[in-house]
């Protein structure tokens, strides 16, 4: 099959979930024999058109920048870049695959299908929009052959604002379990300077939908407890300034280290979160982060210890036998926890029911999904 996939943006260097699982999708498409063709917006002066493991990468040149307006419609309409490939190559699609939280974003996936009508058109919905207008543009999505969401609340809410439930496919989110694995915690705190410290790790995003302030402000009313706090992103300054200087302020400097790792020099984020003695991840909600987070199933299958928010969306696969749940919004509640695990109050077994649940998510189990529905 020759299957095109419709993204925002598709950055390789980037370690976002998104851009990760997109990478692991088409590589494992083209395992199978399938040509593949991805389709976004250039960021950061990409190149307009690569090859990659296999599948090739179109990009339109971006507008962002110089107008707002016009970088919106171009979220919208890949139609050029499309028209042009099927031109050049002779063959149009037959699988139309469109990615994006906002059911707004539909309008890309229809708008490609009228340069390749026959294809099967796909939409993945992986999280909840910040956009919540966007909602009223479900209806939309019963122009698609199958939308696919990773649980039964988003799959309730898109059906709320109009989608049929006869759409709807359940795919769950995936990780790679054989970069995150468990690792000797001990040889790589040796490694990376902190040989018998007690190590609490956030990685990701520095965002307030990843619920930061909470966590530092948790960590500042348990500040004498023994313990060393890493925060591994690739984000920006513009995103990580804010926070140093709330921890500045806070004088927490000496307890709290950030790690930059630039979005085209990321290394080894998976050693760690298997070095971590417990990873923290204090959603206070899952506003613009996938139902199912990656950094939760990565720590899972690391053998490291989580603490998360208890929200909804997560426990709708998971329980207390596999994470430690705290309370949204509550940094006092979230210092209970940590301080809980710091003094050892915690069951082995938890890790490795945890792991044992990380493993059904690998994406050779996920994958699989996919491609039964584009076949089917």
Request: charged content about 30%.
């Given at each position: 099959?020759?299957?095109?996939?419709?993204?925002?943006?598709?950055?390789?260097?980037?370690?976002?979930?998104?851009?990760?699982?997109?990478?692991?999708?088409?590589?494992?498409?083209?395992?199978?024999?399938?040509?593949?063709?991805?389709?976004?917006?250039?960021?950061?002066?990409?190149?307009?058109?690569?090859?990659?493991?296999?599948?090739?990468?179109?990009?339109?040149?971006?507008?962002?920048?110089?107008?707002?307006?016009?970088?919106?419609?171009?979220?919208?309409?890949?139609?050029?870049?499309?028209?042009?490939?099927?031109?050049?190559?002779?063959?149009?699609?037959?699988?139309?695959?469109?990615?994006?939280?906002?059911?707004?974003?539909?309008?890309?996936?229809?708008?490609?299908?009228?340069?390749?009508?026959?294809?099967?058109?796909?939409?993945?919905?992986?999280?909840?929009?910040?956009?919540?207008?966007?909602?009223?543009?479900?209806?939309?999505?019963?122009?698609?052959?199958?939308?696919?969401?990773?649980?039964?609340?988003?799959?309730?809410?898109?059906?709320?604002?109009?989608?049929?439930?006869?759409?709807?496919?359940?795919?769950?989110?995936?990780?790679?379990?054989?970069?995150?694995?468990?690792?000797?915690?001990?040889?790589?705190?040796?490694?990376?300077?902190?040989?018998?410290?007690?190590?609490?790790?956030?990685?990701?995003?520095?965002?307030?939908?990843?619920?930061?302030?909470?966590?530092?402000?948790?960590?500042?009313?348990?500040?004498?407890?023994?313990?060393?706090?890493?925060?591994?992103?690739?984000?920006?300054?513009?995103?990580?300034?804010?926070?140093?200087?709330?921890?500045?302020?806070?004088?927490?400097?000496?307890?709290?280290?950030?790690?930059?790792?630039?979005?085209?020099?990321?290394?080894?984020?998976?050693?760690?979160?298997?070095?971590?003695?417990?990873?923290?991840?204090?959603?206070?909600?899952?506003?613009?982060?996938?139902?199912?987070?990656?950094?939760?199933?990565?720590?899972?299958?690391?053998?490291t210890l989580v603490i998360t928010s208890d929200l909804p969306e997560l426990r709708e696969f998971l329980t207390n036998k596999e994470v430690i749940f705290a309370k949204p919004r509550n940094a006092e509640d979230l210092a209970g926890k940590i301080k809980s695990v710091l003094n050892g109050k915690i069951k082995k077994t938890m890790i490795e029911i945890a792991y044992r649940k990380a493993k059904q998510f690998d994406y050779r189990k996920v994958i699989e999904k996919y491609i039964e529905v584009y076949k089917k």
């Amino acid at each position: 099959m020759k299957i095109e996939l419709l993204v925002q943006g598709f950055r390789t260097f980037a370690p976002e979930a998104s851009n990760i699982t997109l990478q692991i999708l088409a590589e494992e498409l083209v395992k199978e024999g399938h040509e593949v063709v991805i389709f976004g917006n250039q960021i950061l002066k990409q190149p307009l058109t690569e090859k990659i493991c296999g599948y090739r990468v179109i990009r339109q040149k971006s507008e962002y920048y110089g107008s707002k307006i016009k970088g919106i419609l171009q979220l919208l309409n890949y139609s050029k870049l499309i028209k042009r490939e099927i031109k050049e190559s002779g063959k149009e699609f037959d699988v139309i695959h469109n990615f994006g939280a906002s059911p707004l974003l539909a309008i890309r996936g229809i708008r490609a299908k009228m340069q390749s009508k026959h294809a099967k058109l796909i939409q993945t919905i992986k999280a909840n929009t910040k956009y919540g207008f966007s909602y009223l543009f479900s209806p939309l999505l019963n122009l698609f052959d199958v939308v696919t969401v990773p649980n039964n609340m988003l799959k309730r809410k898109l059906m709320k604002f109009g989608l049929s439930e006869k759409k709807i496919t359940v795919v769950p989110s995936y990780i790679d379990t054989n970069k995150f694995k468990p690792m000797d915690k001990n040889k790589l705190k040796s490694k990376y300077g902190l040989k018998n410290k007690k190590i609490l790790i956030y990685y990701g995003h520095m965002s307030e939908f990843k619920g930061i302030s909470y966590l530092i402000d948790a960590i500042e009313l348990i500040k004498d407890e023994e313990f060393t706090v890493l925060f591994v992103t690739g984000s920006g300054e513009n995103y990580i300034a804010p926070y140093e200087k709330i921890i500045k302020d806070k004088k927490l400097g000496n307890k709290i280290k950030i790690i930059k790792t630039p979005v085209k020099k990321t290394k080894n984020i998976e050693e760690y979160v298997a070095m971590a003695d417990f990873v923290v991840l204090p959603y206070p909600d899952l506003t613009s982060t996938e139902a199912q987070p990656s950094c939760i199933l990565e720590s899972m299958a690391s053998k490291t210890l989580v603490i998360t928010s208890d929200l909804p969306e997560l426990r709708e696969f998971l329980t207390n036998k596999e994470v430690i749940f705290a309370k949204p919004r509550n940094a006092e509640d979230l210092a209970g926890k940590i301080k809980s695990v710091l003094n050892g109050k915690i069951k082995k077994t938890m890790i490795e029911i945890a792991y044992r649940k990380a493993k059904q998510f690998d994406y050779r189990k996920v994958i699989e999904k996919y491609i039964e529905v584009y076949k089917k």
